[in-house]
């Protein structure tokens, strides 16, 4: 357990550390992730001699299908071999790692290590944004993360000690959600003050999407538990009250940049209209690993861009690509098809299945409750934040998502293997009992 806490808590400051370093010791940590994943994985397996539990059996059965679409796409248009395995990597080292935290024996006793590392480090991270907020300049140059200074709305961007504003919005949402899900369940008013104050400081990074999942989590909560929509109404009219304008303003920029732009003018919008482009034309396959959209696409300049003009595109040209990797669904799209697609969701919508059911069992605690809900509502946040972000592969962020998940569906797995045991001693006790003597 301690390994793997470690292991998040470095990955949690692995920007922050390689931007002090130089370029190329940079440059091996930042694939530390990667080879955890591959050693942590070759170990599972063979400790648990290639055998698994039906659960884990099906999402196999989907990340498997996910690349062999991948893989038939890049083997189609003849991609090379070392962009199609760095591509294929990136894609589902996600679902790897949910895998690692599935294989670890979790359940509502062993869950408070986890909370309190996400806490501590959100209490951190809520302390240097008001540091940042009032001092960004000799904050940012102590740090070294003096490279962005977004502002919007006559404000600066809130990041923390993070390196972007959008990071530390994300974050700031997630230790929220849990506060939000200890609300809900526990009913302590402290925990309600405290996602309140998450998110208020999340909106610090005027980041559109960050509002965004707040309004979607609230929204499902409102419809799920009609008891708290007149509350959710009255403090979103305090919010516009006071934050009207700057809403605004941030929503009419998000539409000015991507929706009512010619999708030739935003890189963005070009990335979607051509990734579905490519999902029609290519079905049901795509253009391979490491072709669109992706790391690899940008690092490994795609000729996939030429081919439909996207290299005249600001921010995809391939001088300056900065906002090639600027979504997220149009590379797997692009790259896997609408089949590697599908499932590709397929494998969330899995996982919240299997969580939302075990929510609604009366036999799981009320802490093994806030943290399956709490898991339940970062699927939901991360799906909002992948219309603008490579969240799912892109570091810390896809850390904190799939072992949340992983820790819950193994939660799930321990809490069905319990009752199962449970039902067997039963019948063998009643078959005891029933026996002539």
């Known amino acids: 357990m301690r390994c793997f806490l470690c292991f998040v808590l470095f990955m949690f400051a692995q920007d922050l550390i390689t931007i002090q370093l130089n370029n190329t010791l940079g440059t091996y940590l930042s694939y530390v992730d990667e080879f955890f994943i591959i050693g942590s994985i070759g170990i599972i397996m063979v400790r648990s001699n290639f055998k698994m539990k039906s659960s884990t059996l099906i999402l196999s059965l989907i990340t498997i299908g996910v690349l062999f679409f991948g893989l038939l796409s890049s083997a189609i248009h003849h991609v090379p071999i070392s962009t199609t395995f760095t591509g294929g990597l990136l894609t589902i080292k996600g679902f790897l790692l949910f895998f690692i935290f599935k294989n670890v024996s979790m359940n509502e006793n062993n869950t408070g290590p986890w909370i309190r590392l996400f806490t501590i480090l959100g209490g ?21 993360t003096n490279n962005l200074v977004d502002a919007r709305s006559n404000l600066v961007s809130v990041q923390s000690f993070f390196i972007h504003p959008g990071t530390y919005g994300w974050f700031m949402v997630f230790v929220g959600l849990y506060y939000l899900a200890n609300y809900l369940v526990q009913k302590h008013n402290k925990s309600l003050i405290y996602t309140v104050l998450f998110f208020l400081l999340a909106f610090l990074s005027l980041r559109f999407k960050v509002l965004l999942t707040i309004v979607v989590i609230l929204l499902l909560v409102a419809m799920k538990r009609r008891i708290y929509s007149a509350a959710l109404v009255c403090v979103g009219i305090l919010v516009y009250l006071f934050f009207g304008d700057m809403i605004q303003n941030l929503t009419l920029l998000t539409i000015d940049r991507y929706i009512s732009v010619d999708y030739m003018d935003s890189a963005r919008k070009a990335l979607y ?6 999902g029609l034309q290519d079905f049901p396959l795509g253009e391979g690993f490491g072709r669109f959209g992706s790391w690899m696409a940008r690092v490994d300049y795609s000729p996939v861009y030429y081919e439909y003009g996207l290299q005249s595109v600001y921010g995809l040209s391939p001088d300056d690509p900065k906002w090639a990797t600027d979504t997220y669904w149009p590379s797997i799209i692009g790259e896997v098809g609408i089949l590697g697609t599908i499932l590709f969701i397929s494998f969330f919508l899995y996982i919240m299945r299997g969580i939302y059911v075990k929510l609604h069992d009366a036999s799981v605690s009320k802490n093994g409750k806030v943290f399956l809900l709490f898991a339940l509502f ?3 946040q991360s799906l909002v934040e992948s219309l603008g972000e490579q969240i799912f592969n892109g570091s810390p962020q896809y850390i904190f998502i799939f072992a949340v998940m992983g820790m819950a569906a193994s939660q799930v797995d321990n809490v069905r293997s319990s009752h199962v045991s449970v039902q067997l001693y039963a019948q063998r006790k009643y078959a005891y009992d029933s026996s002539p003597v």
């Open 124 to 144: 951190l991270a809520a302390l240097c944004a008001l540091v940042d907020l009032l001092f960004h300049e000799q904050f940012r140059n102590l740090l070294h």
């Open 273 to 278: 209209h051509t990734g579905f482009t490519i």
């Open 378 to 380: 970062i699927i939901i």
